[in-house]
Nanobody, 123 residues
Framework: QVQLVESGGGLVQPGGSLRLSCTAS????????MGWFRQAPGNQREWVAA???????VYADSVKGRFTISRDNAKNTVYLQMDSLKPEDTAVYYC?????????????????WGQGTQVTVSS
């Protein structure tokens, strides 16, 4: 069973930055497209960013220009740099492997979820 461990969340003021990390057991990162998702209280989980095996990055419109996804296959880790954070970015953030649909511009998750990391944007 592949395990995904997210970290790096915390409390930050609006306009601030955080860098999230997701480390996977085994070498699944190099074999899969990886994505970040988030779930705010009372909302469904939504996709925010993805990076393909070839390094192509795609973003949801709500975070485009503010978030940056990257990966380090040697460390089995994918990152999410979040800048210019807004209160509406408050959520539990998760990573997962998945499939990017270039026709619809969406990323669908595969496999089990980790525990996530809480991001709170508040003054």
């Amino acid at each position: 069973q592949v395990q995904l461990v997210e970290s790096g969340g915390g409390l930050v003021q609006p306009g601030g930055s955080l860098r999230l990390s997701c480390t996977a057991s085994g070498s699944i990162l190099s074999l899969n497209s990886m994505g970040w998702f988030r779930q705010a209280p009372g909302n469904q989980r939504e996709w925010v960013a993805a990076i393909t095996r070839g390094g192509i990055t795609v973003y949801a419109d709500s975070v485009k220009g503010r978030f940056t996804i990257s990966r380090d296959n040697a460390k089995n880790t994918v990152y999410l740099q979040m800048d210019s954070l807004k209160p509406e970015d408050t959520a539990v953030y998760y990573c997962n492997r998945g499939i990017y649909n270039s026709f619809t511009g969406t990323f669908s998750s595969l496999g089990a979820w980790g525990q996530g990391t809480q991001v709170t944007v508040s003054s």
